[in-house]
């Protein structure tokens, strides 16, 4: 009872930013799964396309992830990057639908993430000056609570229209609908007034000056972790590779988004009580599991497959929002957007040689060396984490 009533003690723009994300990944993960059936059944593209695809995509919108944090920082205004961010990305992933070649493909993705790298930095400065510090995890967690409930919305909505009959096409040109949604919400949000002069932020420098080593060290994990941490495309790919039918691959991505929407919160307020660090190697520790998992697991076993989906979903639920706490635990005031671009950046950025290694190893080695690499990778930085990069001395504030 006391954390419901956190929750509903929330500031409207949480509530409203939670909302805006909801109707995006609505349309967004509605689209999502069937990229990789799209790419492979109807444009007869592979894993390293599907890799190149997607690394492309996330590392040109990570570094505008840097520069729209810079700039909301030196403008102290992030509502319009945030509607700009939104708009581009809801009318992009749509025309996927009319895409005949796997560049075309490339190039609306590459729109996508865009617009997410656009909002992103902003969005996350916006929801951080919202709320009071002693918060921080538990309005981070319904903001990734609330958009993980997208994401179970959007498949079960793919697959119902799959199962209706509907073709590929036209369950991902039907994604316009909540993003025309999205837009007018995210036209409503209002910026909090500023609390007294904020100091001006040192000159952007790509040393980070300004920026605490603590921080830096954990970009420096973070990275680790990320280059294990390809798309998660190849996850669907690897479900359809062990022979779980096409409508029930959203499914899959349904349940695991459904156990992220209900940790989410509970474990992210966690967090302000026991510390930062702790949920995160959880989590981290999680996800090498996981990934163990779906390397080893024979083919012809969907109970087995949805139950490791579902595991997928504790590491989302006990990492999203507390890594995101943690930099606004690390972070100036002054320089908060550009330490969210700078970890927006990272965790971006290295997804490029993380997909492509991942889909070269997928392709040519197989599944388990790929997927063995990843967890090896997330093992690694799961200890580097508390041992160097941010010694675990007391619960708060990481």
């Avoid at 949480?14 to 109807?42: C, F, H, K, Q, R």
């Amino acid at each position: 009872m006391t954390m419901f009533r956190a929750i509903l003690s929330l500031p409207r723009t949480v509530w409203l930013i939670g909302l805006i994300s909801l109707l995006n990944d609505s349309a967004s993960e509605m689209v999502y799964p069937l990229v990789p059936l799209y790419l492979t059944a109807v444009l007869m593209a592979g894993p390293r396309a599907l890799g190149l695809i997607e690394g492309i995509a996330e590392a040109t919108a990570s570094l505008l992830k840097l520069f729209s944090g810079v700039i909301v920082d030196r403008t102290q205004r992030a509502k319009p990057w945030v509607v700009g961010g939104y708009a581009l990305a809801g009318f992009a992933r749509p025309l996927i639908a009319f895409a005949t070649s796997w560049p075309a493909v490339a190039l609306l993705r590459f729109g996508d993430r865009v617009g997410k790298g656009l909002r992103s930095s902003p969005r996350d400065s916006l929801l951080a000056a919202s709320v009071d510090p002693g918060v921080r995890g538990l309005a981070f967690g319904l903001h990734r609570a609330m958009d993980n409930a997208g994401a179970v919305v959007g498949p079960l909505l793919a697959a119902l229209l799959l199962g209706l009959g509907w073709e590929l096409r036209e369950v991902i040109l039907f994604a316009a609908a909540p993003a025309v949604a999205c837009l007018i919400m995210a036209l409503l949000l209002r910026e909090p007034a500023p609390n007294g002069a904020r100091p001006t932020p040192p000159a952007f420098s790509w040393r980070l000056a300004g920026l605490p080593p603590a921080f830096k060290r954990y970009l420096v994990v973070l990275g680790l972790f990320t280059l294990g941490n390809s798309s998660n495309m190849f996850l669907l790919l690897r479900a359809q590779e062990l022979g779980l039918p096409q409508a029930q691959v959203p499914l899959a991505w349904a349940a695991m988004s459904l156990v992220a929407t209900l940790f989410s919160t509970p474990l992210s307020a966690l967090s302000d009580r026991v510390g930062r660090v702790r949920l995160i190697v959880a989590g981290w520790l999680a996800y090498g599991a996981f990934y163990l998992g779906l390397g080893l697991l024979p083919p012809g076993t969907p109970l087995a497959l949805f139950g490791l989906f579902a595991f997928y979903g504790t590491f989302m639920a006990a990492t999203e929002g507390v890594e995101k706490a943690l930099v606004a635990d690390l972070a100036p005031a002054a320089l908060r957007g550009t330490a969210f671009g700078w970890f927006n950046l990272i965790a971006g950025l290295v997804l490029l040689p993380a997909s492509l290694l991942f889909g070269a190893l997928y392709q040519g080695v197989g599944a388990l060396a790929a997927f063995g690499f990843s967890a090896a990778c997330a093992f690694a930085a799961a200890l580097l984490l508390p041992i160097w990069a941010l010694r675990v001395t007391q619960p708060a504030p990481y």
